[in-house]
T-cell receptor, first 112, second 116 residues
């Protein structure tokens, strides 16, 4: 059974810092990996989707990498801003299907 | 901007009552998911559909939960009878799959259910 772990569970940084969020998964036979952010009381917003054949994806200040063999992904946020404060979740898609298994999330607080 | 629409946003009901949650997936998406989120368990997959056919509902308590897609624009999740342990936020998500291509999943804002 696939298990997804995110470290750290919570992170507090001053504005402007570059930061890395970690995601690890136990079964490397994945189809894709997706990073989401969730604001309080809201649904999940897709940030980046990495197909299993890819090593990384970039969108603006966000860069996500995937190392299937080691069961790891990282989300790099450059020059963090208070608006980045949210919970970040990673989710892996088992081979051939879209249903995602979610990590428990990292709660990020960026202070002005 | 296309989005997944869920109704109601909030629902408070008494134990034993029937609860129906609705979801309108993004037009053109052929895969629909129901997830439940709680503080203790995080996000759990309840059921999912492709081209309106149920593919997996193993995450759902079958004695009280049922999920259907009467048409391509509507997915429903019913709980009957509801119990206090069903209190959670229920999310619907949709995506498109074709061959080896999987689109990102798009989530609705959820239905926050409280069963007293």
């Amino acid at each position: 059974k696939q298990e997804v772990t995110q470290i750290p569970a919570a992170l507090s940084v001053p504005e402007g810092e570059n930061l890395v969020l970690n995601c690890s998964f136990t079964d490397s036979a994945i189809y894709n990996l997706q990073w989401f952010r969730q604001d309080p009381g809201k649904g999940l917003t897709s940030l980046l989707l990495i197909q299993s054949s890819q090593r990384e994806q970039t969108s603006g200040r966000l860069n996500a990498s995937l190392d299937k063999s080691s069961g790891r992904s990282t989300l790099y946020i450059a020059a963090s801003q208070p608006g980045d404060s949210a919970t970040y979740l990673c989710a892996v898609g088992p081979s051939g299907f879209q249903k995602l298994v979610f990590g428990t999330g990292t709660r990020l607080l960026v202070s002005p | 901007d296309a989005r997944v629409t869920q109704t109601p946003r909030h629902k408070v009901t008494e134990m034993g009552q029937e609860v129906t949650m609705r979801c309108q997936p993004i037009l053109g998406h052929n895969t629909v998911f129901w997830y439940r989120q709680t503080m203790m368990q995080g996000l759990e997959l309840l059921a999912y559909f492709r081209n309106r056919a149920p593919l997996d509902d193993s995450g759902m308590p079958k004695d009280r939960f049922s999920a259907e897609m009467p048409d391509a624009t509507l997915a429903t999740l019913k709980i009957q009878p509801s119990e206090p342990r069903d209190s959670a936020v229920y999310f619907c998500a949709s995506g498109f799959r074709s061959g080896s291509y999987n689109s990102p999943l798009h989530f609705g804002n959820g239905t926050r259910l409280t069963v007293t």
